[in-house]
T-cell receptor, first 114, second 114 residues
């Protein structure tokens, strides 16, 4: 089992460009969570998805950010028109069941906005 | 809303000694989980130990143990026989109460001196 796979590990974008971060959950896991870690901070919840459904997006900024978890393929976190404040590490976690007590985290994707 | 506070931004310990990292939390829920995660320079989030709130017995994983004081809402991590590989950021996290989210503290940077 390859674990939770995130790519790219590092992504550099200029202001105004789009960033797409991908997360492949562990085999058999149908619950995906995205967290953001700003410099010198702990992780903060962004969104919780199950296959083809957004369950809780209460931590997502209202604009420019979106997430999906299609029936086939990885979960995608998309940031449109990136700004410098979007520079952060974005972590994906997956779980075989609902509930945040059995999460496995990926290694994160580090976004740098120039 | 639940909050997690780690009052020690940095700690240091001599190799082979014992160190305790502090964590307090605030919740009105009675059923929840508490976690300690380790984040080494690789940025991977690694689960160190987990405690169910309904269990009175403190969780232990090899050299890592917790002191869970439910009434005081305190959840400290003790690392015994510290090793150089223990050097990392340590995050305390709260989960449960029917929520899918983990709430993280800001972290404690642990340095292990040879």
């Amino acid at each position: 089992n390859a674990g939770v796979m995130q790519n790219p590990r590092h992504l550099v974008r200029r202001r105004g460009q789009e960033a797409r971060l991908r997360c492949s959950p562990m085999k058999g896991h149908s619950h995906v969570y995205w967290y953001r870690q700003l410099p010198e901070e702990g992780l903060k919840f962004m969104v919780y998805l199950q296959k083809e459904n957004i369950i809780d997006e209460s931590g997502m900024p209202k604009e420019r950010f979106s997430a999906e978890f299609p029936k086939e393929g990885p979960s995608i976190l998309r940031i449109q028109q990136v700004v410098r404040g979007d520079s952060a590490a974005y972590f994906c976690a997956s779980s075989p069941i609902s509930g945040a007590n059995v999460l496995t985290f990926g290694a994160g994707s580090r976004l740098t906005v120039l | 809303a639940q909050t997690v506070t780690q009052s020690q931004p940095e700690m240091s310990v001599q190799e082979a000694e014992t160190v305790t990292l502090s964590c307090t939390y605030d919740t009105s829920e009675s059923d929840y989980y508490l976690f300690w995660y380790k984040q080494p320079p690789s940025r991977q989030m690694i689960l160190v130990i987990r405690q169910e709130a309904y269990k009175q017995q403190n969780a232990t994983e090899n050299r890592f143990s917790v002191n869970f004081q439910k009434a005081a809402k305190s959840f400290s991590l003790k690392i015994s026989d510290s090793q150089l590989g223990d050097a990392a950021m340590y995050f305390c996290a709260y989960g449960g109460g029917g929520s899918e989210k983990l709430v993280f503290g800001k972290g404690t940077k642990l340095t292990v001196n040879p």
